[in-house]
């Protein structure tokens, strides 16, 4: 279980990256905006 929260930041990352060069974001619900809002910000405090 440890190996896993240790690789979850990277991923974190990646599926950050991945949502900012998305064609198709605009059409993207607000629920899923705003937890990539949360995910932004918790990666940049660490």
């Given at each position: 279980?440890?190996?896993?929260?240790?690789?979850?930041?990277?991923?974190?990352?990646?599926?950050?990256?991945?949502?900012?060069?998305?064609?198709?974001?605009?059409?993207?619900?607000?629920?899923?905006?705003?937890?990539m809002?949360v995910l932004?910000?918790?990666?940049?405090?660490?």
């Open positions: 279980m440890f190996d896993y929260i240790r690789l979850l930041p990277e991923f974190v990352r990646e599926v950050l990256c991945a949502y900012e060069t998305w064609n198709g974001k605009d059409g993207v619900p607000l629920k899923l905006q705003e937890l809002m932004e910000i918790e990666v940049s405090h660490r």
